[in-house]
């Protein structure tokens, strides 16, 4: 049990060149997929051990810290853990058959092992308790994400993974630069102890030009608007399945790093006293969750539409945490997790809608409800989610964050919040309309007979449904847990 | 403040944002990598500069307790550092490679345009 | 009894309705009727044990960490859910009727859905706290909504998307804002006797915009101009149109509103604030206009839809006037008014199916082929107006006398003027189709009276709003438990 830890990134790190020597398209997969599943069964018994606000510091190599580099758990990280590595294991389930149709059959092992590869780098990222080893797991994550979005059947996803690659570069290495600072400042790279020396560092500025490209590079990562290019590309040409798995986890990583940062290492004083971080992330924010939901409206392809609909989703977190209250932050961690639910769920049976009807331009989906009934009900449900209907996780954090605004007396906000739902309501409420009822104009695809998706793409879906649907009634759980990675997160490391 | 003394600085600075120039400024997506190599380079010597110690040496322990030793620290990450900044290019060379072969050139606006041709579908 | 029971006979007949489907109709629609004769019998026992003055509450289920879905009774509650249930079953008699005369398609998605909303509207009658209202009401929304686009046809699809547009950008724009602002000034959703906002300190002005954060944001109520989507909603099958588009739907608005009023606010506090003073102008409005342009209908759906936006806002009105005569009066206008309006839109159903006619202008000599139908129809319409023998007159006689004690005339002259409209629109009806001769065109088509079904659910809403004025008692008894401070 001790070991545990270090079995969670190891485990996909290893089993990653053993599945390249594996070779078999489906065995490769298996193997993929157990480990996975394995990956998410460790960060479960993590975040069991750590639910009490106990903090497990991991010692790699036996060398303490802050000399040797430790991997650091609480409760603020161990529930993305569970997040990365749950939806990685039920999207992999989904991508078996979604990846026969756009994967070369020859080529599969070598996705798969760069899926494990990228788990491991997103986990890492999570659970590392050294600032170094962040930027290495960034990379590990970064670079087999380029290669995971190249393997996109369009040849756009060549174009889009190249802009994601010298964006994401671009990105990592602002956070290289923060990191260096950071350390010529403080003399350690130890979060910990960072957060420790930074109060008493000689040289402050070196401090705020550190801050500064952390601030900004771990924004690129995010896809923060005005920051989020790279996204939009990447989502849409993407194979789906990559698409569902990074929606709902990488942007999130980079936003557990961001808040860690704020919070726990810069500390609220500094970032939102003294930087005023407030007045720089807010904006951003509402300008996000307004502009991209007004063009979300505007797309005439599902995937685009859900791509620039997740830049806008950031928007709220981002909101949250700009608050840089309790509630707040309850409010982004507990929409971190409900949004990578629901928007899995999304990009998932938009991955079944492409595998049978070969597109997902908007106006070739009418009618399909006839036609595909488990994947427009799938779709339909998830999509009530991001409007935020009561009984979905949805309502839980919209709720949350709306009243965490209002107790700062941010009224303004809120009400832009409530207008980007209502766009929300639009843009999701037309693809629907569409799936359930003729197009009035009349298109001339509707003759085509559509069969369900096989049962192994439908059941992950359904199975992270009926998660949001739990999480969406009995909220108060993940609520709960949320609230204690907020405090965790205020509190700063003991 | 000694501003020719921190020469090291200067060069770190004229060579990042020469990288970044070239990076945003060029449609070739061969000399786009060249630019993020030298942004990447240029980190690379701040990194180094961090680690030195006036009047040290190498980090290489000997039986004098007077010797002064530069930080070894920087020098590791670094090392690190330049293995993933190897594989970054690397990856952004096979998808050139893989970019000329499916659009057959590899300037970024004859991509766009190719690109706009077959829009929405 | 715990009132979550009220939920499960509409949801547990779900399985039976799609089990039985097209193929066994007469089982699926027997199952229905036995599910509806059981959740009558559950609504009459919390009745007589909220007359008994016992506490009747669930447990709850916590979807935020502060506030959780629960349901507990209260005498208005007691009231909606007596009417909404007892309807459901008339209503269902009806449809097996129409449903059937009409050769509606789909009859199982329309039956299940159907099920589903009434379950929602026991969950907004029996809600324990603002939030169980809120997503009951959104449920309600959500379930409906394949019910309006059910013919399918271009016009219903356009309906529909009118219908939950306006519905739901007011529910999350407004209303969901209103009830966190309620949520962060108090700390808690509770329905809770003289209301959790009177001694919350808020402003005069603050009070003023977050009534009007409810009013506009509860858009079943109808208040213009957010009014549209009700005539819009006219499309679907008249059963839809009866029972929750005159009673489930729009009163869950109204409802809401008044147990907003009464629990949440506080009557005292909106008197004495004079929040509602701006909000007033809007309900006569509505009251007025509505009525005026009920009266430019030939379509009979759309001018008793119009009606009902006027009716509402009657009821809305009788809210705001916040004195504990008008709102016991908005109280019992939501059972006068739901057994008028739905003998009224039984009997268009009926002309519907009997006769395939659906304009005002076709009605001539109507009565003497379906005399039943017409002189229910009389009936209903004295109903809404609120003359004797209806029990729409006590009713109107309680709004009335509230908005006495305010000390102005406008708003008596404004109920008495829309009374005058009412009988201007609604009289004529019943009148021509007695006194006018049959067109010389229509004189050999021979067609009799509505299916049997439609006549006997006809035959009892009728009596029933007849029985009301002369046995108005239980529902006053009821009313009178209403803990107001």
Same mark, same amino acid.
Request: aromatic share 12%.
């Given at each position: ?13 290893? @089993? ?63 529930? $993305? ?109 130890? @979060? ?10 000689? /040289? ?136 990578? @639910? ?27 409800? /006839? ?91 359904? $199975? ?31 | ?121 | ?71 507990? &009774? ?51 009658? =029996? ?16 379930? !409906? ?17 009118? =219908? ?17 602002? &309620? ?39 109808? &208040? ?58 809007? !309900? ?29 806002? =009657? ?19 939501? &059972? ?150």
């Amino acid at each position: 049990m001790d070991q545990l830890p270090a079995l969670q990134v190891m485990l996909p790190l290893v @089993m990653a060149p053993l599945v390249v020597i594996v070779r078999h398209p489906k065995w490769s997969w298996a193997l993929a997929t157990i480990t996975s599943f394995l990956a998410c069964w460790v960060s479960w018994l993590l975040l069991q051990q750590v639910m009490d606000g106990s903090v497990i510091r991991y010692a790699i190599g036996g060398w303490e810290a802050p000399t040797g580099i430790e991997f650091y758990i609480d409760r603020a990280n161990a529930g $993305v853990a569970l997040l990365v590595s749950g939806l990685s294991s039920l999207v992999l389930v989904y991508a078996y058959h979604s990846i026969q149709r756009t994967v070369d059959k020859s080529k599969h092992y070598l996705f798969y092992a760069g899926w494990l590869l990228c788990l491991t780098g997103l986990i890492g990222m999570v659970i590392t308790g050294d600032a170094f080893n962040v930027f290495v797991f960034l990379e590990i994550s970064s670079l087999s994400t380029y290669m995971l979005i190249a393997f996109g059947s369009d040849r756009r996803a060549l174009v889009a993974s190249y802009r994601y690659l010298v964006l994401g570069s671009v990105g990592a290495s602002f956070i290289l630069i923060g990191i260096g600072f950071l350390y010529a400042a403080t003399g350690t790279l130890n @979060m910990v102890d960072l957060a420790v020396r930074i109060p008493d560092s000689e /040289s402050p500025r070196a401090v705020l030009v550190a801050f500064s490209f952390l601030t900004v590079g771990l924004m690129i990562k995010a896809a923060v608007f005005p920051l989020h290019g790279w996204l939009l590309n990447a989502y849409h040409h993407a194979p789906i399945a990559v698409t569902a798995f990074l929606a709902g986890t990488a942007t999130k990583v980079s936003l557990y790093i961001l808040m860690r940062m704020f919070f726990s290492i810069f500390g609220d004083d500094y970032s939102f006293g003294l930087m005023l971080l407030n007045w720089v992330l807010l904006p951003a924010a509402i300008a996000s969750f307004l502009i991209m939901s007004l063009v979300a409206i505007y797309q005439t392809d599902l995937r685009r539409m859900l791509a620039y609909s997740s830049v806008a989703q950031i928007g709220y977190i981002l909101a949250g945490i700009s608050l840089a209250t309790q509630q707040g932050l309850t409010a982004a961690v507990v929409h971190m997790f409900n949004h990578g @639910m629901v928007k899995a769920t999304l990009f998932m049976s938009v991955g079944c809608i492409l595998y049978r009807v070969g597109n997902t331009h908007i106006p070739s989906l009418d009618r399909l409800m /006839s036609r595909m009934p488990f994947t427009v009900v799938a779709f339909i449900i998830a999509g009530l989610g991001l409007v935020g209907v009561p009984l979905t996780v949805g309502f839980v954090s919209k709720f949350t964050l709306i009243s965490a605004l209002l107790e700062q007396g941010w009224w303004p906000a809120a009400v832009m919040i409530l207008v980007s739902s209502v766009m929300a309501t639009a843009y999701i409420g037309r693809v629907i309309y569409l799936m359930l009822f003729r197009e009035a104009r009349g298109s001339t695809v509707t003759s085509h007979g559509y069969r369900e998706v096989p049962i192994l793409m439908l059941v992950p879906m359904y $199975v992270l449904l009926a998660l949001g649907l739990y999480f969406g009634i009995f909220g108060s759980q993940t609520l709960s847990l949320a609230e204690g990675a907020a405090s965790t997160l205020l509190g700063g490391y003991q | 403040m000694d501003v020719i003394g921190l020469y090291n600085y200067w060069i770190v600075i004229v060579l990042m944002m020469a990288g970044l120039y070239i990076l945003i400024a060029r449609y070739n997506l061969i000399k786009k990598m060249i630019g993020l190599s030298v942004f990447q380079t240029s980190i690379f010597y701040l990194y180094i500069t961090i680690g030195k110690v006036e009047g040290g040496t190498a980090p290489i322990l000997v039986d004098d307790p007077h010797v002064v030793y530069s930080n070894p620290l920087p020098h590791v990450l670094i090392l690190t550092a330049i293995v993933v900044g190897v594989a970054t290019t690397a990856v952004a060379l096979a998808l050139t490679v893989r970019i000329y072969e499916a659009y057959g050139t590899i300037e970024e606006d004859e991509i766009r345009a190719a690109n706009a041709e077959e829009q929405d579908i | 009894m715990n009132p979550v029971w009220t939920l499960l006979p509409p949801l547990l007949v779900i399985p039976f309705i799609i089990g039985f489907g097209e193929a066994k109709r007469n089982l699926r629609e027997g199952a229905i009727l036995v599910a509806g004769t059981v959740l009558f019998i559950m609504n009459v026992v919390i009745w007589r044990a909220t007359l008994a003055g016992e506490l009747q509450a669930s447990g709850e289920i916590a979807i935020l960490s502060q506030f959780s879905l629960k349901l507990v &009774v209260e005498p208005m509650g007691v009231v909606f859910g007596l009417l909404a249930s007892f309807l459901w079953v008339v209503t269902t008699v009806y449809s097996i009727g129409y449903m059937r005369g009409h050769n509606e398609q789909n009859q199982t998605r329309f039956y299940t859905c159907f099920a589903i909303a009434i379950a929602a509207v026991m969950a907004a009658a =029996y809600a324990g706290n603002l939030l169980t209202l809120f997503v009951a009401y959104e449920v309600i929304t959500i379930s !409906t909504f394949p019910l309006v686009t059910h013919a399918g046809h271009d016009a219903a699809v356009r309906a529909g998307k009118v =219908y939950i547009g306006i519905l739901m950008s007011t529910s999350i724009g407004l209303f969901l804002p209103a009830m966190i602002w &309620v949520a962060t000034t108090t700390g808690t959703l509770d329905f809770s006797e003289g209301g959790i906002l009177s001694d919350a300190g808020l402003s005069r002005f603050s009070l003023a915009v977050l009534l009007g954060l409810f009013v506009f944001g509860i858009g079943k109520a109808a &208040v213009m101009p957010l009014h549209r989507w009700l005539p819009a909603a006219m499309v679907a099958p008249t059963p839809v149109s009866a029972l929750l588009h005159a009673v489930a739907v729009v009163k869950t608005g109204v409802f809401s509103l008044l147990k907003i009023v009464t629990y949440i606010f506080g009557v005292d506090t909106i008197a004495a604030s004079g929040a509602a003073e701006w909000l007033l102008p809007f !309900t006569a409005f509505t009251v007025i206009v509505a009525s005026i342009v009920a009266f430019t209908k030939d379509n009979l759906k759309a001018r008793l839809a119009y009606s009902t936006i006027s009716q509402l806002s =009657y009821i809305v009105m009788a809210a705001l006037l916040a004195t504990t005569m008008s709102v016991s009066g908005g109280v019992m206008h939501i &059972v006068m008014h739901a057994f008028g309006k739905i003998t009224l839109f039984f009997c268009a159903g009926a002309i519907l199916v009997g006769a395939h006619k659906d304009s005002v202008s076709q009605m001539d000599g109507l009565g003497r082929r379906m005399p039943l139908t017409m002189a229910a129809f009389f009936i209903g319409a004295l109903g809404i107006i609120g003359l004797p023998p209806t029990g729409g007159t006590w009713s109107k006689l309680l709004i009335a006398g509230g908005s006495l004690d305010t000390g102005t005339w406008i708003w008596i002259s404004v109920l008495m003027l829309s009374t005058l409209l009412n009988i201007a629109y609604l009289l004529p009806i019943p009148l021509r189709a007695f006194f006018k001769p049959v067109p010389e065109h229509e004189a050999h088509d021979e067609h009799g009276d509505a299916p049997a079904a439609c006549r006997y659910a006809i035959a009892v809403t009728a009596s029933v709003t007849v029985l009301l004025f002369f046995f108005p008692g239980p529902l006053t008894d009821l009313v009178s438990l209403i803990p107001w401070r």
